[in-house]
């Protein structure tokens, strides 16, 4: 029974099969900036971009190494004076829109803005109509 | 009673198949690249191990179309793609490999165990190359023309029946 629990115990300890790396983070994957407004920017820019390596979730919640890299060169650019939206712009000429989370009005998008807009419409017409028939 | 209180009921329906359809397709989950088409971007990368040569983007603009490997001496499929990229080597194939995130030590050890199909190695350790080139995991392989553009990505570890696809898009850069 020991044995059994031993082994059990073990198992659930074993390293994952699909191993990563074994590599120190990257200088700013969990080093904030100095500057609190800079800080506060990329922390804003890295909620909304997403983690390639482990999908459905901002970089900024990820503890995958890609997501670590990808907070560091966040980082050092807004450090070094770029504005957070250049930075998505950097990323999505990359991966596309699929790297952002920040809903955009596009060629693609404009249905899920306007679809909702043209509902209400709908609905308050249905119903103004029905109204003034209930009252004539 | 009018056919158009059934309407609601279709539509429902209509949205339902649509959703039920969706899952049963199988999901994507590549990410491809938007560099496909651009200049590779400006990078110098040091050795990732002794013996071996690092790269920069300058080795790109030599004329020869080359393969740019994007692995890892940690990454499972690197492994099973070793003999493929021996056989692309075989076939008078430059490949450069850019090692993310890798110890030395690792990556002599990877060689030694399954071969060195490489003409240089570079170390990036902050994943700044991949990032720079829309890479979004390892492995992934890329083309690249004889002046240093972008020309197509494979995503994930190379099968036997991608090498002949590979060797068409390097005589396509040529």
Redesign the interface.
């Known amino acids: 029974m020991m044995r059994f629990i031993f082994v059990a115990l073990a198992l659930l300890f074993a390293p994952p099969?699909?191993?990563?790396?074994?590599?120190p983070p990257?200088p700013f994957a969990y080093r904030q900036l100095d500057d609190p407004a800079q800080e506060a920017a990329a922390q804003e820019l890295m909620e909304t971009l997403r983690c390639?390596?482990c999908?459905s979730q901002s970089i900024a919640d990820s503890d995958a190494?890609?997501a670590g890299?990808?907070r560091?060169?966040v980082r050092i650019r807004i450090a070094a004076g770029e504005a957070p939206e250049d930075v998505r712009a950097w990323?999505?000429?990359?991966?596309?829109d699929?790297?952002s989370y920040k809903p955009e009005v596009s060629a693609v998008t404009w249905p899920l803005f306007a679809i909702p807009g043209l509902l209400i419409i709908l609905a308050g017409a249905v119903l103004f109509g029905r109204l003034r028939k209930r009252s004539a | 009673m009018s056919w158009k209180v059934w309407l609601p009921l279709f539509l429902f329906a209509g949205f339902l198949g649509l959703a039920a359809y969706q899952l049963t397709q199988p999901k994507d989950?590549f990410?491809?690249?938007?560099?496909v088409g651009e200049a590779l971007p400006y990078f110098d990368l040091p050795p990732a191990t002794g013996g071996v040569e690092g790269a920069a983007t300058t080795d790109f603009q030599d004329g020869t179309p080359k393969l740019l490997n994007i692995w890892?001496s940690?990454c499972?499929p690197c492994i099973a793609e070793a003999p493929q990229l021996e056989r692309l080597k075989e076939a008078g194939v430059p490949i450069v490999g850019i090692a993310?995130?890798?110890?030395p030590e690792d990556v002599a050890q990877f060689l030694a165990r399954h071969g060195n199909p490489y003409s240089r190695i570079a170390r990036d350790?902050?994943?700044?190359v991949?990032?720079?080139?829309?890479s979004?995991?390892v492995p992934e392989t890329f083309v690249i023309d004889g002046r240093g553009y972008i020309r197509y990505q494979h995503i994930g570890d190379i099968r036997e029946d991608d090498v002949a696809t590979l060797l068409g898009e390097l005589e396509a850069a040529r």
């Open positions: 099969l699909a191993a990563q790396d074994t590599m990257a390639l390596k999908q190494p890609m890299d990808m560091h060169q990323l999505t000429s990359r991966y596309g699929y790297v | 989950d990410v491809e690249s938007r560099m890892a940690w499972l993310i995130r890798d110890r350790d902050l994943s700044e991949q990032l720079a080139i829309g979004s995991g």
